[in-house]
C-alpha cells in the first residue's frame, strides 16, 4: 500500500465533507492545489479524480489509491473539517 502523504488526505478529507470547497476544487483543480501546499505528483493526484469518486469515502479512497480507514482518519483531523480552500 502506497502511503500517501497525510496533506493529501487532508485536503481530500476536506473537499468530501465540504461542498463548497469540492466544487471549488472540480472548478479549478490547478488554483486550489497550488495553495495547499503539495507536491505536483500530490496535486496531479487530487486534481485527477474523476467527478464521481466523490460519490463515497469508499470510492474516494479508490481513487486516491489509500485504504479506506486511513482516509477517515484524516477526515476526523480537525485541519481536515475546518479548513477551508
Ligand atoms: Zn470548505
Do not use: Y
Request: glycine share 6%; hydrophobic share 40%; with cysteine.
Amino acid at each position: 500500500m502506497t502511503t500517501l502523504n497525510e496533506r493529501v488526505l487532508i485536503v481530500a478529507g476536506h473537499a468530501w465533507q465540504c461542498l463548497a470547497c469540492r466544487s471549488k476544487l472540480l472548478a479549478d483543480p490547478d488554483g486550489v492545489l497550488t495553495q495547499q501546499g503539495l507536491s505536483p505528483e500530490e496535486r496531479q493526484l487530487l486534481s485527477q479524480i474523476e467527478p464521481g469518486a466523490w460519490a463515497t469515502v469508499t470510492s474516494l479512497a479508490e481513487a486516491l489509491g489509500v485504504a479506506r480507514c486511513d482516509l477517515e482518519e484524516a477526515m476526523r483531523h480537525p485541519r481536515s473539517r475546518l479548513r477551508h480552500f
